[in-house]
């Protein structure tokens, strides 16, 4: 088993979705299955979507591009390297955007680095299965197959002492002193390190719209499974004709990024008009 924080995905597929009412009903199976008696229900069941489906189920950090990266970095080991070209580049991206952002709210830095295409440790979820759906058929990659994933997140977390019981905040204590880590504040509570089920705060664009949620990997956390995830196919010769069912259903590049390039983009589209270069 590889040694970074990773979810470990099922090794088979629950089923395939051709289509958006194959997906709906699978979905509807796996409620079936998990039977989730919970007010929150709505909250705690997150979905993601590949255009690949052989992703792996880690953040930024663990890829092997900053991997490589990472390898000049001093270090007794590989985590410990990442975790030094993490810090570099936060400190970075703080001090030359901070008149763009609020450079001592360090958890809300960090949030914003995620969506700003900065490696981290968060990997973006969402409560919404058409918004997973979307990123699963948005490229097309029409030689490969894709996936949506679904999990109760909570089940992410191991059943121990001091172990949050469910999803977290972005500034419960669990999430302000592992983040802390990545801007060289040290580590003082013997806290274990975990894969941690995140719901941030609700904002306007991209979070809202995405209806995002996040599992942060731990500087040091284990790879982890939860016996709730399921993997659902999406066959890459059905990508065309679920991205169009998706824009009927108002599901778009500007209804999920909702900012003023993608609307343009959207409207091109519309009328069949391509980007001038």
């Not at 490969?144 to 172990?163: H, Q, R, T």
Request: glycine share 6%; hydrophobic share 40%.
């Amino acid at each position: 088993m590889n040694s970074v924080a990773q979810i470990e995905k099922p090794a088979v597929f629950a089923s395939d979705a051709n289509n958006v009412s194959e997906l709906l009903a699978q979905i509807t199976n796996w409620h079936d299955r998990n039977r989730i008696n919970a007010a929150d229900v709505h909250l705690r069941v997150w979905y993601r979507g590949h255009s690949d489906q052989t992703y792996i189920l880690w953040p930024g950090v663990y890829r092997p591009e900053f991997t490589a990266a990472s390898i000049t970095m001093y270090g007794e080991d590989a985590e410990k390297k990442r975790l030094n070209l993490e810090r570099h580049m936060l400190d970075e991206f703080r001090t030359s955007g901070a008149t763009l952002l609020n450079p001592d709210a360090k958890v809300e830095v960090y949030f914003v680095a995620q969506h700003s295409g900065m490696p981290t440790r968060l990997l973006d979820w969402t409560m919404n299965p058409l918004a997973a759906l979307f990123f699963a058929v948005k490229g097309r990659n029409e030689d490969k197959d894709g996936e949506l994933l679904i999990m109760d997140a909570p089940k992410l977390l191991p059943d121990e002492p001091d172990v949050p019981k469910g999803i977290v905040g972005m500034r419960h204590p669990y999430a302000t002193e592992a983040i802390g880590v990545s801007f060289w504040e040290p580590k003082v509570s013997a806290r274990p390190a975990l894969v941690l089920p995140i719901r941030p705060d609700n904002q306007a664009g991209r979070i809202g719209q995405q209806s995002s949620c996040f599992t942060l990997h731990m500087h040091g956390a284990k790879p982890c499974t939860n016996p709730t995830l399921s993997r659902i196919r999406i066959p890459g010769k059905a990508k065309a004709g679920l991205l169009d069912e998706l824009r009927k259903l108002n599901i778009n590049e500007f209804s999920i990024y909702n900012d003023l390039d993608h609307l343009a983009q959207e409207i091109r589209r519309t009328r069949n008009i391509s980007k001038k270069s």
